[in-house]
Every structure is written in C-alpha cells, then in structure tokens.
T-cell receptor
Framework: NAGVTQTPKFRVLKTGQSMTLLCAQDMNHEYMYWYRQDPGMGLRLIHYSVGEGTTAKGEVPDGYNVSRLKKQNFLLGLESAAPSQTSVYFC?????????????FGNGTRLTVT | AQTVTQSQPEMSVQEAETVTLSCTYDTSESDYYLFWYKQPPSRQMILVIRQEAYKQQNATENRFSVNFQKAAKSFSLKISDSQLGDAAMYFCAYRANSGYALNFGKGTSLLVTP
C-alpha cells in the first residue's frame, strides 16, 4: 500500500521555467491538499480539492495552479517559477468520514529556484 | 482565519524525562479538531495524536498525551519517558468542523539528549 506518492522528490528550476508536481494516492480519499513548508513558517496551504473536478484556494495560492482530473491525482503547477517558490512541497489526502480524519502526507518535494 | 501558535521554537529534554510542548489557537468556532504531527529528519509527516473539541477527556497514545483546555484555547503535548527517536519537529494543527484543511503552527524542534 503506497499511500501518498509525490513525484519528483527533488527539482532545480531556473527563474521563469515551469513545472508540474504530481501527487497520487491509492486510499480512495476524497480530499487532497498541497502545502509548502519553509523554515520557521510551518506548513501553509496552497490549494486543496474536495473531490474530482473541484479545486479551491488556500492561504498562499499566488503563482500556483492545480488540477484534479482524476480522484487519485492532484497536480500542482508552477507556470513561471520564482526564487520565492523555493520550498519543500507536501501533498496530503484525507477521507470524507468526519473532520477528525487525519491527513496522510507524501514524502515531500524539495524545489529550488535559482 | 484561525491561527495556531507554538511559542517554543526549540525545546530540549533528556532521555527518559518528560517534556511538554505548547500550542494555543484562536478560533470563533465551537466544533473543531486538533492534531499533533511529528516530522523527523526524514521529512515524513507522522500523526502523533488527535483530539475532538467536544470531548472533555484528554487524548492519550502510549507515551504521548495532551492537555486540552478548551476555554483557554490551549492544546499542549506531553511526551513521557522521552526516547532518542522522539527528536523531531512537532507541529500543532487545527481543523474547524466547517472546514477541510488543517491550519498548522510554525513548529517546535525537539532535541533529545542522552
């Protein structure tokens, strides 16, 4: 049982380049999330999805886009990368049965923008 | 927006001793859920313990327990009989019953000394 899988694990981009981070979960969860983690800032929510075909903005959505075309996948896109987007990105998922359901996290993607 | 505050950026404890990590939160909701997550150097986010606000009894998971003070909006984590493997970053998180995502504090880095 893989849980939540993030691809890639590491990436280095130059300013202005674009990329897509892929998140896949095999737990049939309805909810999926993208967070970024920066030193001293904790985890901040970028975007989230409450079901296939739906997305919503989180706390820090600027410069990112997302898509949830399939229930098991949640993609995070950077159209024109900036150094301020250097961070560790976490994908997470949770099921629909109650708000005490914990988030299940992937292992993170370390992105460096030069 | 709800905020979660962890006032201790770093804590240290000797092996076999007890340590308490602090967390306070700000909310106007009456129904919500609280979580503690552990992030070891491997970067994996691991659920430690969770608490439903409507439950007066404090949650316990083996050596981990919480002191939940709803009126004071406080949710501290107590680790008993500390072990070297407990060394990690610990994050407190909040989710309103009306919401979907978790709001995280900035984290407390716990050092365990032999």
């Amino acid at each position: 049982n893989a849980g939540v899988t993030q691809t890639p694990k590491f990436r280095v981009l130059k300013t202005g380049q674009s990329m897509t981070l892929l998140c896949a979960q095999d737990m049939n969860h309805e909810y999926m999330y993208w967070y970024r983690q920066d030193p001293g800032m904790g985890l901040r929510l970028i975007h989230y999805s409450v079901g296939e075909g739906t997305t919503a903005k989180g706390e820090v959505p600027d410069g990112y886009n997302v898509s949830r075309l399939k229930k098991q996948n949640f993609l995070l896109g950077l159209e024109s990368a900036a150094p301020s987007q250097t961070s560790v990105y976490f994908c997470a998922s949770s099921d629909i049965q109650g708000h005490n359901s914990p988030l299940h996290f992937g292992n993170g993607t370390r992105l460096t923008v030069t | 927006a709800q905020t979660v505050t962890q006032s201790q950026p770093e804590m240290s404890v000797q092996e076999a001793e007890t340590v308490t990590l602090s967390c306070t939160y700000d909310t106007s909701e009456s129904d919500y859920y609280l979580f503690w997550y552990k992030q070891p150097p491997s970067r994996q986010m691991i659920l430690v313990i969770r608490q439903e606000a409507y439950k007066q009894q404090n949650a316990t998971e083996n050596r981990f327990s919480v002191n939940f003070q709803k009126a004071a909006k406080s949710f501290s984590l107590k680790i008993s009989d500390s072990q070297l493997g407990d060394a990690a970053m610990y994050f407190c998180a909040y989710r309103a019953n009306s919401g979907y995502a978790l709001n995280f504090g900035k984290g407390t880095s716990l050092l365990v000394t032999p």
